[in-house]
């Protein structure tokens, strides 16, 4: 089993529309959770974090977090083209270091 | 700008030279992360960093890489006597201060492309 698991894509939405990107984990006692976003031939940009069970939202954004599951979810509301990239789950089970999930690519189309 | 910074963006080395990639934390960051992303796979750990001690190792291959964060200067990594698997995009990330084992956001710097010939 892979740490760090996504939905595989290409995930492809009709502009305005709602993308639902999945990740679980496997260590259960990892505390940190992070979403990146990655423009091709780009280098990583953080767009949310989230360290308790429940809803967290920024924007368009919102990332859900259930522990007991071992389930991180990023939502991205009225979806837009410049949305479309690769979206990273990141974990950090202790440490510092962060494991990555291998992303899901999307497709905003307009 | 006040972002991570890496140098050089592009390196093209032979089979068997050495490639040196440096990075330098954003202002006030004191922590450096540094990973590697191969074609068409994800983000590796390499290796976590404090000023003047390596915090965790665990994803460092175990034979021609190195990785220093000195007191003054950029952190640097090293790998010698490059080969064709080496060619991958190598990113530096920062985060503030805290204890070791602290979970804090990670910001990337751009990056270096790495291509052995």
């Known amino acids: 089993q892979k740490e760090v698991e996504q939905n595989s894509g290409p995930l492809s939405v009709p502009e305005g529309a709602i993308a639902s990107l999945n990740c679980t984990y496997s260590?259960?006692?990892?505390?940190?959770f992070f979403w990146y976003r990655q423009y091709s031939g780009k280098s990583p940009e953080l767009i949310m974090s989230?360290?308790?069970?429940g809803d967290k939202e920024d924007g368009r954004f919102t990332a859900q977090l259930n522990k007991a599951s071992q389930y991180v979810s990023l939502l991205i509301r009225d979806s837009q083209p410049s949305d479309s990239a690769t979206y990273l789950c990141?974990?950090?089970?202790?440490?510092?270091?962060?494991?990555f999930g291998q992303g899901t690519e999307l497709s905003v189309k307009p | 700008n006040a972002g991570v910074m890496q140098n050089p963006r592009h390196l093209v080395r032979r089979r068997g030279q050495e490639a040196r990639l440096r990075c330098s934390p954003m202002?006030?960051?004191?922590?450096v992360y540094w990973y590697r992303q191969l074609p068409e796979e994800g983000l590796k750990f390499m290796v976590y960093?404090?000023?003047?001690?390596?915090?965790?190792e665990s994803g460092m291959p175990k034979e021609r890489f190195s990785a220093e964060f000195p007191k003054e200067g950029p952190s640097i990594l090293r790998i010698q006597q490059v080969v064709r698997g080496d060619s991958a995009a190598y990113f530096c990330?920062?985060?503030?201060?805290?204890?070791?084992?602290?979970?804090?956001?990670?910001?990337f710097g751009p990056g270096t492309r790495l291509t052995v010939t």
């Open positions: 990330a920062s985060s503030p201060p805290g204890l070791a084992g602290d979970s804090y956001e990670q910001y």
């Open positions: 260590d259960r006692g990892s505390q940190s």
């Open positions: 989230i360290y308790s069970n």
């Open positions: 990141a974990v950090n089970p202790q440490g510092g270091k962060l494991i």
């Open positions: 202002k006030g960051h004191s922590h």
């Open positions: 960093l404090q000023k003047e001690n390596i915090i965790d």
